[in-house]
């Protein structure tokens, strides 16, 4: 019988003793890769160039070769995981040697007070004309190949089967027509449609847009509709006209959450001032009637771009991060300086600013309260964007070159800060209970 219960008592420890020998194996007290410091300027505008550089004529099919090193890989990669909130903290690190990559990607977990790390690392090299996983470790525990082919597919197919925005990503994976390992580099080869485009901003728009918030973003696009019914015959409005209402709107709403209706208002704005369909905001899971958002263009200081720009980077700045928002901002002027309307320090003061209003949108209940009441009393577009200049608007990429060099020259960096000053002088920016020092 003692032999009988002790056998049984064995039986009974051996999935405990299994469980912890995989936890020792899998999980560390040490990170494989150091968590990188905040990302510098010189980096931030490196990040922008390598988006430029690589983003494709807009509305034209094209293929693109990207080509990255080490280094760029690194930058980019450990600047996306920063802005996804689950992975805050972790840090990945590339090494390409000729036709072979390995990757170390350490994220931290906690446990109560106790903090310990996942250490994943893996292994890529070419082969059959392309790169391809040769081995990945779990902290010490390899993975099966069988396993690694099994979860890869898996993942696609699980892509292709969740929600509307995520069988958008699963698409756009095809565009992907080649990646290679060669010379210490990684290689893309990307097919550019028009189409491909559209499904990138469906996308976006659906990700940044959680379900529990559609549905307010459905109220205040019929409240822009209401606004702008008494304009009739009108072409164009300042934003200034349609602010103080719409603000007005979100302080009855709020209640508990004053900055998930501040979040809401600037995503229907920038739906609004870009005249895209509000279906592509929306899932299949918000079943409503969908209102269309009226023909009337926005400006400030009579101009329909600045508007564009100052409400999208608001929205931005209020969907995910002031960081993220700034950069693809950013992204897009050198990109027009390359391929369309030119460099423009009058678009780049309408992206900070409008960062600005992201930020204090969404701080906290208290700015975002703070925030309502202000533009309610607003009757000047100065308020919230000071006179642009404009002699050093639509520069090709040389005409900047040479008045400029690059973004890293002191010439840029003074009239950048000389923006930066403007901005932050208005009372909107420095009163804001967001800018003031913590007591």
Do not use: C
């Amino acid at each position: 019988m003692a032999t009988y219960l002790t056998s049984k008592r064995t039986l009974l420890l051996i999935p405990l003793i299994v469980l912890t020998v995989l936890v020792v194996a899998i999980f560390d007290t040490q990170p494989s890769v150091e968590s990188l410091a905040p990302f510098d300027t010189a980096e931030i505008r490196d990040i922008e160039q390598i988006i430029a550089d690589n983003s494709p004529a807009y509305g034209q099919q094209s293929e693109s070769d990207l080509s990255l090193d080490s280094d760029s890989l690194n930058l980019l990669t450990n600047f996306a995981l920063q802005q996804i909130q689950t992975l805050k903290g972790s840090a990945i690190r590339f090494t390409i040697d000729e036709d072979t990559a390995n990757t170390r990607l350490a994220i931290p977990q906690s446990l109560g007070p106790v903090d310990f790390y996942l250490n994943i690392r893996a292994r890529f090299a070419q082969q059959d004309g392309r790169a391809q996983l040769q081995s990945l470790h779990f902290g010490q525990l390899p993975v099966p190949l069988i396993v690694q082919r099994s979860v890869e597919k898996l993942a696609g197919f699980r892509l292709q089967a969740a929600s509307p925005a995520s069988q958008e990503l699963a698409s756009l994976r095809t565009n992907i027509k080649d990646y290679q390992l060669g010379n210490d580099r990684l290689y893309l080869k990307v097919q550019w449609e028009p189409e491909t485009l559209e499904q990138i901003r469906t996308y976006s728009q659906q990700m940044l847009v959680p379900p529990e918030g559609q549905q307010r973003i459905v109220e205040y696009v019929r409240q822009i509709n209401f606004i702008t019914s008494s304009l009739e015959g009108q072409r164009r409005i300042s934003l200034v006209t349609l602010l103080p209402e719409l603000f007005a709107f979100a302080a009855q709403r709020s209640h508990d959450d004053a900055a998930q209706e501040n979040r809401a208002l600037l995503q229907a704005m920038s739906l609004f001032v870009t005249d895209t369909p509000l279906t592509q905001a929306l899932s299949s899971s918000v079943s409503v009637e969908t209102p269309t958002l009226p023909a009337i263009r926005t400006s400030l200081y009579r101009r329909e771009d600045l508007s564009q720009h100052f409400i999208n980077s608001a929205a931005m700045a209020a969907s995910t991060n002031p960081d993220v928002a700034e950069v693809l901002a950013n992204s897009k002027e050198v990109y027009d300086a390359r391929l369309r309307s030119g460099f423009s320090f009058s678009d780049l003061a309408a992206n900070l600013a409008g960062v600005r209003l992201g930020e204090i949108a969404v701080h906290n209940q208290d700015s975002a309260l703070w925030l309502q009441s202000y533009m309610q009393t607003l009757t000047e577009e100065s308020q919230l964007l000071p006179r642009p200049r404009t002699d050093a608007d639509g520069l090709s990429e040389s005409d900047f070159a040479e008045s400029f060099i690059d973004r890293n020259s002191p010439a840029y960096q003074q009239r950048l800060q000389e923006i930066e000053t403007m901005i932050d002088a208005l009372p909107l920016y420095q009163e804001a209970p967001e800018r003031q020092p913590q007591e």
